[in-house]
């Protein structure tokens, strides 16, 4: 049976029981497949990798029918829209009005809420800081029915307790948030061949001043002196204005992964034959383009349910932040240990984050560099592997991203979470997950 | 463009308010008994483009008041150009076995109901001579399975209904469409297991909805492929299909 409620990266695979909350005025208690004894969830859409949007003790409480707009200021850009709309429903309606988000992940399918309780970030987090950031307010309903509005001036504990607060706090019904003015649906984007890892800090640092959006790509393959090569984009959004936008359909022309094949097609051969011809795509080193948005920020979302071709076992995703100081020695570690592993990840992706103060009381982004991988599930190879790349983490004051892992220790999320104590403080009593059961062992 | 919807708060009607808000910025009058969730659909609308939003609260048990508010609808906007009738129940068909007030209360909404405002709502239209009128009907009313025969018929007999209205309504202009979607992943159906790869999304068929409109279609299933589905539920001979559970 397939799986309505599972995380992205389906791993661990299992069934996840769960229901929607059906009015923002509703109260949790009103929804009858929820006891006082089991703990459930708050859950978006799924696109958490691991286990941070899942809850097997109990059930998860899915936004997916508070799918409603509430207003809209197209004079300043403040939007009010229900938990779980989505980032591509806003972009639809605000892009030819002329605004856009002020961050944005690398898929548009995620809510609003779920925006939040990750504090998720974009390529322009050097600029902006994160999705916390430009949250103006929300309402936080809590198990027991008190609906707290939370703003910077007003319950502003559990405004920062709520953003990246892992759902943990309570339910969110509503959200504020703050939009950009953009001229058009397009950026100017510049693309740089790189050859080594040196190259890729000094292009980040110069690119700091010069562009909103900075992100690499590194081919897994390299070895030797060309380890961390790759391509280095940067892009801003387009200046000039041909005119209204015109209307998005985010949807058109998608192609689905129809169904889950027997077994993963992401391999060592297929992984090293994608990452060289990647990198090899590109003659010139320095290539500059007109792109449209979709394609530059939502590469991924061109193919729907992409997840599903790492087969029944799934996929891990494992992305750290390393602080800015360690940040070359320790990627550069990391790097030769999976070319070393021979088990490359598919897609490898490099930025330097920038020293925007995040809001929340956990939230992942801070000052450094952050490296993301994903690999397919072979069992104890795999965690093997994941397990000697936290040590370098670890080692190196780094952090991972709760939203992507499924598997780090509770030593390690202590470690680099000091103050998850205070969010165990906020926590609603009748909520948990997985993986906060597995990383502080509250219950 | 003026629209009317009942059954507003249903997934696939709010879905096909929502294109249309943002893609001819309709005027709409809503229909439909959840005012929370009518209001916020009203919102929403708005904010989507739509020029104006006029609520209506009522349960449509009471059919008496039909006559009523279609006709503060077609007060308030002169023309209708598109009535998209869209409320239902799945109800449960083994209680409609055992309780026949369960049956009465089945065929009630999905077909009783259906037909008692496509009669005030044809007499409306022609005198209008324009626009068209949409009902969400299912790929159930087809053939009776022993699954839901109940929900199956209360389909059907609108369907029947709607072929006839059709030859009354063509010679005046007016379109009446009859929808039949197949699996759809909706509150309706929010206790059955989507694993199979039949289900669509109510934005699926919404698209459909607006396309089969603009075309002038009759008849529409959706997503497209139900029609071969059905060609062949429906040619299936009585001493296999009398063994399927279906
Ligand atoms: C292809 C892809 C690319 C990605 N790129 C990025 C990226 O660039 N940067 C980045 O930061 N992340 C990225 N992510 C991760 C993703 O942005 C986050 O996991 C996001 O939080 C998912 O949102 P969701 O709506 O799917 O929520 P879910 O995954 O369902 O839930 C996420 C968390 O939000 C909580 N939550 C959901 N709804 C509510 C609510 N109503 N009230 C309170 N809490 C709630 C859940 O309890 C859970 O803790 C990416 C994911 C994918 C699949
Ligand atoms: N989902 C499918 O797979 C599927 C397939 C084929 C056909 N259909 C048909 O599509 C239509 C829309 O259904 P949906 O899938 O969008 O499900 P839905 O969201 O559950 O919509 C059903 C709607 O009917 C309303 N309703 C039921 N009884 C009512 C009453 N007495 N008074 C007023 N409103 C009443 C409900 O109102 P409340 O919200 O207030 O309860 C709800 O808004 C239905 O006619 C259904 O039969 C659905």
Not at chain 1, 255 to 262: G, Q, V, W
Not at chain 2, 133 to 140: E, L, N, P, Y
Not at chain 2, 214 to 224: A, D, I, Q, T
């Amino acid at each position: 049976m397939a799986n309505t409620y599972s995380s992205w990266g389906r791993y661990p695979n299992r069934i996840q029981n769960g229901c929607s909350l059906k009015r923002r005025e509703d109260d949790l208690s009103s929804l009858s497949a929820l006891s006082k004894n089991t703990p459930f969830l708050p859950y978006g859409l799924g696109r958490s990798y691991g286990d941070s949007c899942q809850n097997h003790a109990g059930y998860v409480v899915s936004s997916a029918q508070l799918n409603s707009f509430i207003s809209f200021d197209s004079e300043v850009g403040i939007l009010r829209c229900e938990a779980g709309v989505s980032l591509s429903d806003i972009i639809q309606v605000v892009l030819p009005q002329g605004w856009f988000l002020q961050v944005t992940p690398g898929t548009k399918y995620v809510t609003v809420a779920g925006a939040i309780a990750n504090d998720v970030h974009g390529k322009n987090h050097h600029t902006v800081g994160s999705f916390g950031n430009h949250v103006i307010q929300f309402e936080l309903l809590r198990s027991d029915g008190t609906r707290l509005i939370c703003s910077e001036s007003q319950n502003p504990d559990w405004f920062y307790a709520t953003i990246g607060g892992l759902g943990l706090t309570g339910f969110i019904t509503w959200v504020e948030i703050q939009l950009r003015p953009v001229k058009s649906a397009n950026l100017d984007t510049e693309n740089i061949k790189y050859n080594s890892l040196a190259e890729f800090f000094s292009i980040s640092e110069e690119s700091v001043e010069s562009h909103e959006y900075t992100v690499a790509w590194l081919d897994c393959s390299a070895t030797g002196a060309s380890l961390g090569r790759g391509h280095f984009t940067r892009a801003n959004h387009c200046q000039k204005q041909y005119g209204p936008i015109p209307p998005v359909n985010t949807e058109k022309g998608k192609l689905s992964f129809p169904i889950t094949p027997p077994l993963s097609l992401i391999n060592n051969l297929s992984v090293k034959a994608f990452n060289e011809l990647y990198f090899n795509r590109q003659r010139e080193i320095n290539k500059t383009a007109v792109t449209n948005f979709d394609a530059f920020f939502y590469p991924l979302d061109g193919i729907l349910h992409w997840n599903r071709m790492y087969g029944p076992k799934g996929f891990l995703q494992h992305q750290c932040i390393i602080p800015k100081c360690n940040a070359e020695s320790a990627i550069k570690e990391l790097l030769e240990v999976i070319s070393a592993s021979g088990m490359g990840s598919f897609l490898v992706v490099l930025k330097m984050m920038g020293s925007v103060p995040s809001k929340g009381l956990i939230s992942f982004p801070s000052e450094g560099a952050t490296l993301a991988l994903d690999f397919p599930f072979h069992g104890a190879k795999t965690l093997g592997l994941l397990l000697k790349l936290d040590a370098i983490v670890s080692a190196a004051g780094g952090s991972l991203y709760p939203a992507k892992d499924a598997r780090m220790s509770a030593q390690l999320f202590q470690q680099a979470y000091p103050d998850w104590i205070k969010l165990e403080e906020k926590r609603d009593p009748n909520i948990n997950s997985d993986f906060w059961r597995r990383v502080t062992g509250c219950q | 463009m003026n629209i009317l919807i009942i059954g507003a708060s249903s997934a696939i009607a709010t879905a096909t308010a929502r294109l249309y808000a943002q893609k001819y910025k309709a005027n709409f009058f809503l229909v439909a008994r959840d005012e929370a969730r009518l209001s916020a659909l009203a919102d929403d609308l708005k904010v989507r483009g739509a020029t104006a939003v006029t609520i209506k609260v009522t349960d449509f048990t009471d059919d008496a008041a039909y006559p009523q508010w279609i006709e503060e609808a077609f007060t308030a906007y002169k023309t209708i150009d598109v009535t998209l009738i869209a409320h239902g129940i799945l109800g449960d068909q083994e209680a409609c076995e055992k309780d026949v007030n369960k049956m009465k209360e089945m065929m009630f909404i999905n077909g009783f109901s259906p037909l008692a405002m496509l009669t005030e709502l044809a007499n409306r239209y022609e005198k209008q001579g324009s626009g068209t009128i949409a009902f969400v009907s299912s790929v159930a009313g087809d053939r009776g399975r022993s699954s839901n025969y109940v929900y199956g018929a209360s389909k059907a007999v609108v369907t029947t209904f709607l072929q006839g209205l059709r030859v009354r309504m063509a010679k005046l202009g007016v379109q009446v469409l009859t929808i039949k979607p197949g699996f759809v992943d909706t509150p309706m159906t929010a206790d059955i297991d989507k694993s199979g790869p039949l289900w669509a999304k109510p934005e699926d068929i919404a698209v459909g909805i607006e396309k089969a409109i603009v075309k002038g279609k009759h008849e529409v299933y959706l997503p497209f492929f139900w029609r071969y589905i059905m060609g062949i539920i429906m040619h299936i001979p009585h001493f296999v299909f009398n063994k399927l559970s279906l």
